[in-house]
T-cell receptor
Framework: IAGITQAPTSQILAAGRRMTLRCTQD?????MYWYRQDLGLGLRLIHY???????GKGEVPDGYSVSRANTDDFPLTLASAVPSQTSVYFC???????????????FGPGTRLTVL | GQNIDQPTEMTATEGAIVQINCTYQ??????LFWYQQHAGEAPTFLSY??LDGLEEKGRFSSFLSRSKGYSYLLLKELQMKDSASYLC??????????WGAGTKLIIKP
């Protein structure tokens, strides 16, 4: 089934631990994104990738890193988790990073992360 | 700064019509999206507007006025399954998608 998968579905993590959230898409989309969603706030972009081999910083990149070794995978790493990183994390992809009806973003099911 | 405003919550009756407004102030404009998000699920694409006017898609329509920095999503013949949050998002001059906080729509029988 075409789409985006994320793992894990949920995780409870001790502060200071390292954690990698996984994201894989099979739509051959060029662009991929990581967002966090917190109650009362809009989706906030953490990092993005326009194409394999390139990444960029979004609105809230501090404490997070990403890599894009190939088209399909876009993992997000928290080097040393802090309680303020408790959130729901969504991975998304689009054909290209740009405007246009064909550039709507498709979202994965999300990872609910709690940092204690 | 960049800002998107939507009402936090709205309530409507099954079978009725509801209009969800969105106003935006962004650095440039390259299109406006509406997404639907059911509780505990991922956002899913509803509509896209880049030119002024109304785009109709079944029971859902979306309107854009670029000069006023304003859009609305119109939902007709409301069904219980339309209970969800509706997210407005604008693509700015750098092609970054700026998201509103969303409008939670509650449908009552």
């Amino acid at each position: 089934i075409a789409g985006i998968t994320q793992a894990p579905t949920s995780q409870i993590l001790a502060a200071g631990r390292r954690m990698t959230l996984r994201c894989t898409q099979d739509m051959r989309h060029n662009a991929m994104y990581w967002y966090r969603q917190d109650l009362g706030l809009g989706l906030r972009l953490i990092h993005y990738s326009n194409t394999a081999g390139t990444t960029g910083k979004g609105e809230v990149p501090d404490g997070y890193s990403v890599s894009r070794a190939n088209t399909d995978d876009f993992p997000l790493t928290l080097a040393s988790a802090v309680p303020s990183q408790t959130s729901v994390y969504f991975c998304a992809s689009s054909e290209d990073r740009g405007a246009g009806g064909g550039n709507e973003q498709f979202f994965g099911p999300g990872t609910r992360l709690t940092v204690l | 700064g960049q800002n998107i405003d939507q009402p936090t919550e709205m309530t409507a009756t099954e079978g009725a019509i509801v209009q969800i407004n969105c106003t935006y102030q962004t650095s440039g404009f390259n299109g406006l999206f509406w997404y639907q998000q059911h509780a505990g699920e991922a956002p899913t694409f509803l509509s896209y507007n880049v030119l002024d006017g109304l785009e109709e898609k079944g029971r859902f329509s979306s309107f854009l006025s670029r000069s006023k920095g304003y859009s609305y999503l119109l939902l007709k013949e409301l069904q219980m399954k339309d209970s969800a949050s509706y997210l407005c998002a604008v693509t700015d001059s750098n092609y970054q998608l700026i998201w509103g906080a969303g409008t939670k729509l509650i449908i009552k029988p």
